[in-house]
């Protein structure tokens, strides 16, 4: 498929079934903020915690759409957002997540934020992953 701009990227997604448009500036500041989250000590129930994660399934799949020039202002950020999640996270390749949401259809090398679960376990999400085997 032939890159697209921004704006034209994000219809397609929402043709695609996400529930709007949103920009890509959206969707890295939702990232942005869950990755500040993690680090701080999540703690919401898991539920939202795997709807917070969608942020960077939707920046994964923008990705192939988007034209070259968002790429390049966006990828830098991004990459260090990625950096700062994987810092506040434990691979479990997905073991504590799985059991409150299907992450099988994820591709664990393309989609390995699914495959992480925050270090510091807090709150709600704590309990559930604590719950199903998940340690700090």
Same mark, same amino acid.
């Given at each position: 498929?032939?890159?697209?701009?921004?704006?034209? @990227? =994000?219809? #397609?997604?929402?043709?695609? /079934?996400?529930?709007?448009?949103?920009?890509?500036?959206?969707?890295? $500041?939702?990232? @942005? =903020?869950? #990755?500040?989250?993690?680090? /701080?000590?999540?703690?919401?129930?898991?539920?939202?915690?795997?709807? $917070?994660?969608?942020?960077?399934?939707?920046?994964?799949?923008?990705?192939?759409?988007?034209?070259?020039?968002?790429?390049?202002?966006?990828?830098?950020?991004?990459?260090?957002?990625?950096?700062?999640?994987?810092?506040?996270?434990?691979?479990?390749?997905?073991?504590?997540?799985?059991?409150?949401?299907?992450?099988?259809?994820?591709?664990?090398?393309?989609?390995?934020?699914?495959?992480?679960?925050?270090?510091?376990?807090?709150?709600?999400?704590?309990?559930?992953?604590?719950?199903?085997?998940?340690?700090?």
């Amino acid at each position: 498929m032939e890159p697209h701009g921004e704006q034209a @990227a =994000s219809e #397609v997604l929402h043709q695609r /079934g996400w529930r709007k448009a949103f920009t890509v500036s959206e969707m890295v $500041d939702k990232w @942005a =903020s869950l #990755v500040s989250e993690v680090e /701080g000590g999540y703690g919401d129930m898991v539920e939202e915690y795997a709807n $917070d994660l969608y942020s960077r399934n939707w920046l994964h799949k923008a990705w192939p759409l988007v034209t070259d020039r968002v790429i390049t202002v966006w990828t830098p950020r991004i990459r260090s957002l990625d950096d700062r999640f994987k810092e506040a996270t434990i691979f479990d390749d997905g073991q504590a997540l799985s059991h409150f949401h299907r992450i099988s259809d994820f591709d664990p090398t393309d989609m390995w934020w699914w495959r992480r679960h925050p270090r510091r376990l807090v709150g709600e999400l704590g309990d559930s992953l604590r719950a199903v085997g998940a340690s700090d």
